[in-house]
């Protein structure tokens, strides 16, 4: 049973388009959903988060949007470089306690130039 | 301060062999975690440190599996017998006390032919 659905698998877009990672969860508890970067050899690096509270956050060209009665939330990268070219994970957790992240499955962005 | 440095990189073996995994989490790190990625699927949590103590393990697959922090300091992750479907890349995170923001190390790909 997979607790973080992600959409799509793998992702192509042109240099300068706007690719959008969707993610949904089922447990309601959870109220700290990070998103995470991963670099091929590299360990998945925390990108941004977002808690339920607030409906969206940016940091630069990153920006979640988050919808807690659907129980979805999303990755948006505007003007979008072929440096961004990565694996993303979004997940869940419960922020409080220090316990396990749940992953989603990944998306692998290619950013054309 | 030095990132969470894992080992060996990669890993081939055969079935049935033994394997050890190591990480050595950022200094001051109480909190240690293990996690897998199978072939495309999502990032699986294995088990949580606090120190030297199990905190959770509800992620460990099976009994061939055996995670170890020796004075809360670095850990081992032993698979015995190694089995093909154990194949894949095993990651570990530490952070803070009480705190969240893990770190991930680059991870140990192992591969049981």
């Known amino acids: 049973q997979q607790q973080v659905k992600q959409s799509p698998q793998s992702l192509i877009v042109q240099k300068g388009g706007i690719p959008i990672i969707n993610c949904a969860y089922e447990n309601t508890a959870f109220d700290y959903f990070p998103w995470y970067q991963q670099f091929p050899g590299k360990g998945p690096a925390l990108l941004i988060a977002?808690?339920?509270?607030?409906s969206e956050k940016k940091e630069g060209r990153f920006t979640i949007s988050f919808n807690k009665s659907a129980k979805q939330f999303s990755l948006h990268i505007m003007d979008s470089q072929p440096g961004d070219s990565a694996t993303y994970f979004c997940?869940?957790?419960?922020?409080?306690?220090?316990?396990?992240?749940?992953f989603g499955s990944g998306t692998r962005l290619s950013i054309r130039p | 301060e030095a990132g969470v440095t894992q080992f060996p990189s990669h890993s081939v073996i055969e079935k049935g062999q033994t394997v050890t995994l190591r990480c050595d989490p950022i200094?001051?790190?109480?909190?240690l975690y293990w996690y897998r990625r199978v072939m495309g699927k999502e990032i699986k949590f294995l088990l949580h440190?606090?120190?030297?103590?199990?905190?959770?393990e509800s992620g460990m697959p099976n009994n061939r599996f055996l995670a170890e922090r020796t004075g809360g300091t670095y850990s081992t992750l032993k698979v015995q017998p190694a089995e093909l479907e154990d194949s894949g890349v095993y990651f570990c995170a530490s952070s803070r006390p009480g705190g969240y923001g893990y770190t991930f190390g680059s991870g140990t790909r192992l591969t049981v032919v």
């Open positions: 997940a869940a957790t419960v922020y409080s306690s220090a316990s396990k992240i749940i």
């Open positions: 440190f606090v120190k030297e103590s199990k905190q959770d």
């Open positions: 977002i808690r339920p509270d607030v």
């Open positions: 200094s001051g790190h109480d909190n």
